[in-house]
């Protein structure tokens, strides 16, 4: 299994173009997230989905967009790209829900290193 | 609003001394799970504590679940330079109850 993969691993946008960063894991994994990480913020939830059709906002949504029309892919859209979204970007997935006890893992991509200039 | 708070945010340690990091939660939790991220890498899971007052064990790793379960911490005896990055606590909060990240412990390992 190749777990959680992102494409692309680097890129470099100008202030205004729209992109798309791509997610896709192949462990059966209901829900899906994609977190952004800044400098001594840790990391910060922007879209979340529960399953194939279901999506909804986490903490730091402003300026993207997600779907998820199948259960392996959750692309993250940035639709016209600002300085502040300067970051590293994390996909990630897991089995079940965080408030159950019984809870597994939450498996991440590599990353994306995104530069808006 | 709901937050996962982690102090220090960095710590230098010489190889061979102990190292802790704290986690705290404005609410409590249902469980609360540590990640490690080595430097350029993506976090990788290293536990989960449910049980209030829970204590676990993995070599030279002791991670605890405070009594109210609003707390935790990560001890590290005899540092070593493969202990090199950074460790999150998370705990499930707030939209969908998706995990909710403290900022982070950078450790940084003199030799």
């Known amino acids: 299994n190749a777990g959680v993969t992102q494409t692309p691993k680097f890129q470099v946008l100008k202030t205004g173009q729209s992109m798309t960063l791509q997610c896709a894991q192949d462990m059966n994994h209901e829900y899906m997230s994609w977190y952004r990480q800044d400098p001594g913020m840790g990391l910060r939830l922007i879209h979340y989905s529960v399953g194939a059709g279901i999506t909804d906002q986490g903490e730091v949504p402003n300026g993207y967009n997600v779907s998820r029309s199948t259960t392996e892919d959750f692309p993250l859209r940035l639709l016209s790209a600002a300085p502040s979204q300067t970051s590293v970007y994390f996909c990630?997935?897991?089995?079940?829900?965080?408030?159950?006890?019984?809870?597994?893992?939450?498996?991440f991509g590599e990353g994306s290193r995104l530069t808006v200039l | 609003g709901q937050q996962v708070m982690q102090i220090p945010q960095y710590q230098h340690v010489q190889e061979g001394e102990d190292f802790t990091t704290y986690c705290n939660s404005s609410?409590?939790?249902?469980?609360i799970q540590w990640y490690k991220q080595r430097p350029g890498g993506h976090p990788v899971f290293l536990i989960q504590?449910?049980?209030?007052?829970e204590v676990k064990k993995q070599k030279r790793l002791t991670f605890q679940f405070g009594e109210a379960k609003k707390n935790s911490s990560l001890h590290i005896t005899a540092t070593q330079t493969t202990d090199v990055g950074t460790y999150f606590c998370?705990?499930?909060?707030?939209?969908?109850?998706?995990?909710?990240f403290g900022g982070g412990t950078r450790l940084m390992v003199k030799p």
């Open positions: 998370a705990g499930p909060q707030g939209a969908g109850n998706m995990l909710t």
């Open positions: 990630a997935s897991s089995y079940d829900t965080f408030s159950t006890l019984d809870t597994g893992e939450l498996f």
């Open positions: 609410t409590t939790l249902s469980n």
């Open positions: 504590l449910v049980k209030s007052g």
